[in-house]
């Protein structure tokens, strides 16, 4: 039972612990209810990622309609990378398709893009989405 006790303590240990307990093949001793808990993570955080750059591109987009006269290639270098490590995110884990067709998980999307728009600007923004998923993932598309 001290493999299940460093879990508190020590994850890092823990974990390397738990692998060393599968390779053997000692599945008798694993921490199953962590290691499941552990597993769950793993997709969350892939989840928030994809969020958390949805939102900072959604953010820039509102500030190339919203700020027109301060356009700058830091912008639209962020709207490109953030277009591509998007694409990327869901090419490597197509299963995160499914968070973009969620309605509660875009307009949450969209709250945090909110968040980080008026932080850096001040301004105010439209409260409800004024693009598709569509239009934010195109890579053409520059709102005016």
Known sequence: MQ????YDRDIIQWSKQ???LLR????SDLDIEHIAEEIEDVGKSEQREL????????????KWKLQPTQHCS???KTIKVQR??????????PSLKADLEDP???ESTWDKALVIFTNETNLDCPEEP????????DNEFYPS
């Open 18 to 20: 738990q692998a060393q």
């Open 3 to 6: 493999v299940k006790s460093n």
């Open 104 to 106: 509660e998980w875009f």
């Open 24 to 27: 053997y093949g000692k599945f």
């Open 74 to 76: 830091s912008w639209e």
């Open 130 to 137: 004024i693009w598709s998923l569509a239009q934010i993932r």
């Open 51 to 62: 969020s958390s750059r949805m939102a900072v591109l959604i953010a820039h987009l509102l």
């Open 84 to 93: 591509r490590d998007i694409e990327r995110a869901l090419k490597k884990t």
